[in-house]
């Protein structure tokens, strides 16, 4: 399930997903992309994560590796559009 997110996470993931589109990507990547340290990178990295807007899985070569990738703005969009409409019905 998607979450919404607040308008820092949004404007980080703007910037991975116009250098990256829908491609995918290491945890390196995002830290020459955003150009923050380990810790930092790696908090932001678990709030997408976490809140669905970008998918994690393991590389089938090294399973220590993960990689990346943004879900689809369309697919998240809708799922946040309906998660909407269903809290409104709820009321």
Same mark, same amino acid.
């Given at each position: 399930m998607v979450k919404s997110i607040p308008k820092h996470l949004l404007e980080k993931i703007s910037i991975i997903y116009s250098k990256k589109r829908l491609s995918e990507f290491k945890f390196q990547d995002v830290i020459a992309i955003l150009g923050y340290d380990d810790?930092?990178?790696?908090?932001? %990295?678990s709030d997408l994560v976490s809140t669905g807007w970008i998918i994690k899985k393991r590389e089938e070569s090294d399973k220590r590796v993960?990689?990346?990738? %943004?879900?689809?703005?369309?697919? %998240?969009m809708e799922e946040?559009?309906?998660n909407l409409i269903t809290e409104k019905n709820a009321l």
């Open positions: 810790r930092y990178t790696g908090q932001i %990295i993960k990689i990346y990738r %943004i879900r689809d703005p369309r697919e %998240i946040l559009g309906n």
